[in-house]
T-cell receptor, first 112, second 116 residues
Framework: EPEVTQTPSHQVTQMGQEVILHCVPI?????FYWYRQILGQKVEFLVS????????KSEIFDDQFSVERPDGSNFTLKIRSTKLEDSAMYFCASAGGNSPLHFGNGTRLTVT | AQKITQTQPGMFVQEKEAVTLDCTYD???????LFWYKQPSSGEMIFLIY??????QNATEGRYSLNFQKARKSANLVISASQLGDSAMYFC?????????????FGPGTSLSVIP
């Protein structure tokens, strides 16, 4: 069964550094998402991406965040200048037209 | 605006018994979708079941069924014949299919522990 792949599984970075999280969605999916989860708590919506542009974003997704789909397969989340409070598990997800979201296994980001 | 409420932070169930996890939602859309996800301690998010707002029958997937009461805006997950491997966090989620199709929001989750 096709799956969403996220790399790396764990990223440690220093406060103020830029970090890029990588995702390869399921190949025939059209909708792409980033979510974050702090300490196993609520799963928070960050952004959705469709037709090569952001379709929805939350108030968390401020100017420090950006997303890109640089080629036909990758979908990245960039945090420009990381803060301690950005430490979380970041999940990428993808969906076909009316299908449920399929999640990757997540990237645990630790900002020190 | 969308909102999901799960009022049970933690639940316990005896192995082989059935358990109901509550979910209520709020939306102004007439067309929407409701999902349940399982997150075991290993961290991955596993899709369990989907219910569309216009589906006339309650969704079922194996041991999972969704008790959908549209007028009460509730979409409770029923797990029959609980197994030890069902111990996990369970999240209810919703997608408005009119106003914000591309945004799926999650409730705060319920931690389920299955007791042998």
């Amino acid at each position: 069964e096709p799956e969403v792949t996220q790399t790396p599984s764990h990223q440690v970075t220093q406060m103020g550094q830029e970090v890029i999280l990588h995702c390869v969605p399921i190949s025939n999916h059209l909708y792409f998402y980033w979510y974050r989860q702090i300490l196993g708590q609520k799963v928070e919506f960050l952004v959705s991406f469709y037709n090569n542009e952001i379709s929805e974003k939350s108030e968390i997704f401020d100017d420090q965040f950006s997303v890109e789909r640089p080629d036909g397969s990758n979908f990245t989340l960039k945090i420009r200048s990381t803060k301690l409070e950005d430490s979380a598990m970041y999940f990428c997800a993808s969906a076909g037209g009316n299908s449920p979201l399929h999640f990757g296994n997540g990237t645990r980001l630790t900002v020190t | 605006a969308q909102k999901i409420t799960q009022t049970q932070p933690g639940m316990f169930v005896q192995e082989k018994e059935a358990v109901t996890l509550d979910c209520t939602y709020d939306t102004s859309d007439q067309s929407y979708g409701l999902f349940w996800y399982k997150q075991p301690s290993s961290g991955e998010m596993i899709f369990l079941i989907y219910q569309g707002s216009y589906d006339e029958q309650n969704a079922t997937e194996g041991r999972y069924s969704l008790n959908f009461q549209k007028a009460r805006k509730s979409a409770n997950l029923v797990i029959s014949a609980s197994q030890l491997g069902d111990s996990a966090m369970y999240f209810c989620a919703m997608r408005d299919e009119e106003t914000s199709y591309d945004k799926v929001i999650f409730g705060p989750g319920t931690s389920l522990s299955v007791i042998p």
